[in-house]
């Protein structure tokens, strides 16, 4: 009987460990009044350049607890367009530019005026609706506990 009690007492402790001390990397999107998490493992940002008038998207990548900028496209090269990428080729009016560079974090200033969009392979999330205009919204890796992560919690 001893031993059951000790195999059982023994699961359980492993178990209340995994759940206090295993970490998810998890992309938290954060804003003033809330936030969200994200269950795919890629994401774009999609905005109105402001100076250029045209639609501009970057798209992001979780690779383990890492976020990379894995590439942007764009209308026309002008104000604040990369230099440093990869062109790939492409017949849809944009350029296609490869980027693969590792960010601590995204920070946007929300505007209904450049309609700053979150899209996800099953959701868009119109930011400039969710926060007032001029908000900060920030996208990071967050390393949850795995009971925080099991029950959809922000940190």
Request: aromatic share 12%; hydrophobic share 40%; proline share 3%.
């Amino acid at each position: 009987m001893n031993n059951k009690f000790f195999i059982f007492g023994s699961t359980v402790l492993i178990v209340l460990l995994l759940f206090l001390l295993v970490r998810i990397p998890v992309i938290n999107v954060s804003y003033d009044d809330g936030g969200f998490q994200l269950t795919e493992d890629s994401f774009e940002i999609y905005w109105i350049h402001s100076v250029e008038k045209e639609p501009w998207l970057e798209t992001y990548e979780k690779k383990g607890d890492r976020l990379i900028l894995a590439k942007t496209r764009f209308k026309t090269f002008g104000a604040g367009t990369p230099s440093d990428g990869e062109i790939i080729p492409s017949n849809d009016g944009f350029v296609h530019m490869k980027i693969d560079r590792e960010v601590e974090g995204v920070e946007l200033i929300v505007s209904k005026n450049v309609e700053t969009t979150l899209i996800t392979e099953s959701r868009e999330y119109h930011l400039f609706e969710l926060v007032e205009d001029y908000e900060n919204v920030s996208i990071r890796i967050n390393k949850l506990p795995l009971w925080q992560y099991l029950r959809g919690e922000i940190s």
